[in-house]
Nanobody, 124 residues
């Protein structure tokens, strides 16, 4: 089992940037595909970005493509989400997730492990 802990959230003005981190426990971090999701109040949890085990492939939701970048450092058991040009609509709790699949995963129901989330608030 993998335990995930997010950090790096906070309050930022529109147009600003934040870098989220997700630290994972375990010795097999590199075997997991990792993803970022977010959930705003009153909304369903939605996919944001995902990255393959080696970091060779990434996928982004249309709403964040071109602004967000997902990356990972398997030596540090950490996945990152660099968020640039933030908009108020990006405000949400951001949660990282892990899945044992070799393939890239983008569905909420496809991930086995979840962190507790970190709040990102973007002011106008």
């Amino acid at each position: 089992q993998v335990q995930l802990v997010e950090s790096g959230g906070g309050l930022v003005q529109a147009g600003g940037s934040l870098r989220l981190s997700c630290a994972a426990s375990g010795r097999t971090f590199s075997t997991y595909v990792m993803g970022w999701f977010r959930q705003a109040p009153g909304k369903e949890r939605e996919f944001v970005a995902a990255i393959t085990r080696s970091g060779g492939s990434t996928y982004y939701a249309d709403s964040v493509k071109g602004r967000f970048t997902i990356s990972r450092d398997n030596a540090k058991n950490t996945v990152y989400l660099q968020m640039n040009s933030l908009k108020p609509e990006d405000t949400a709790v951001y949660v990282c997730a892990a899945d044992v699949s070799v393939l890239l995963r983008i569905g909420v129901n496809e991930y086995d492990y979840w962190g507790q989330g970190t709040q990102v608030t973007v002011s106008s």
